[in-house]
């Protein structure tokens, strides 16, 4: 709707431009046309002027009269349509103008669309991965020795939080949500939380060491910082 909106207003500007232009042109045709017969009127005067002046003096006195006067009117008319000759340039200028500026917002706005639908889904893939940390705490919280054959229910619901982890991150992948693997990366303040220092122990400093919180990103946005070690110099 949004596009549709800016792309209309948009077109009516240009059109508007256009028929400017339309209407100034036409006037200029019709000036250019007057004085192309106010010119041939003139030759027409003056291939008559020597069977003027032969009809006597008082012919010529008015004929030299006459002449001058025509003559500023064909030069005002001259002077008309070049004026409006560089109104309808300018306004040819303005309608491109206006066409190129609604390519550029048809683009923006196309691209805003494009982005709607992709990060549209931003917000509950936040609370998504809440939910996967859950999972993933619980998980992780049942011992090897809980697991025996003597609680076979507690394994069989351990297998299938395990079967529902994998499922989600599944899904996950699908939608182009993601985790981050920021072990022996460097740090990225876009991507990472610094929540503690660790010394580096061969490792390079500023180089990422631990993960706290798990980080995701969404077709490449960070929608969750990580929380990470980061790797400093040991002072002795």
């Known amino acids: 709707m949004i596009c549709a909106a800016l792309s209309k207003v948009v077109t009516n500007m240009a059109m508007r431009y256009l028929r400017a232009a339309a209407e100034n042109l036409n ?9 192309t017969r ?8 003056f291939s008559s002027a020597a069977h003027q002046r032969s009809a006597g003096d008082d012919n010529n006195v008015d004929d030299s009269e006459d002449e001058p006067g025509k003559t500023i009117t064909v030069r005002m008319l ?38 709607a639908k992709i990060f549209g889904i931003q917000s509950f893939c936040r609370d ?13 919280s049942v011992s090897e020795e809980e697991l025996g054959d003597q609680n076979p229910t507690l394994k069989n619901l351990y297998d299938g939080l395990l079967l529902i982890q994998e499922q ?20 990225d303040p876009y991507q990472h939380e610094i929540v503690c220092h660790v010394a580096a122990d061969g490792s390079e400093p500023g180089t990422v060491t631990v993960v706290t919180h798990e980080g995701y990103q969404l077709h490449g946005r ?10 400093v110099e040991s002072q002795d």
Not at 128 to 140: C, R, S
Request: glycine fraction near 6%; charge should be positive.
């Open 27 to 35: 006037h200029l045709k019709c000036l250019i046309s007057h004085t």
């Open 38 to 45: 106010i010119n041939k009127g003139s030759q027409c005067l």
């Open 78 to 115: 001259e002077m008309r349509a070049s004026k409006l000759e560089e109104q309808v340039q300018d306004l040819t200028a303005r309608y491109k103008k206006a066409l190129a500026d609604s390519d550029t917002v048809r683009r923006r706005t196309q691209k805003f669309v494009e982005d």
């Open 128 to 140: 998504l991965v809440e939910v996967a940390d859950m999972l993933a705490k619980t998980t992780d």
């Open 168 to 187: 989600l991150h599944s899904v996950f992948g699908k939608h182009g949500l993601q985790k981050m693997t920021p072990i022996g990366g460097k740090y």
């Open 222 to 231: 960070t929608i969750r910082h990580a929380h990470v070690g980061v790797a």
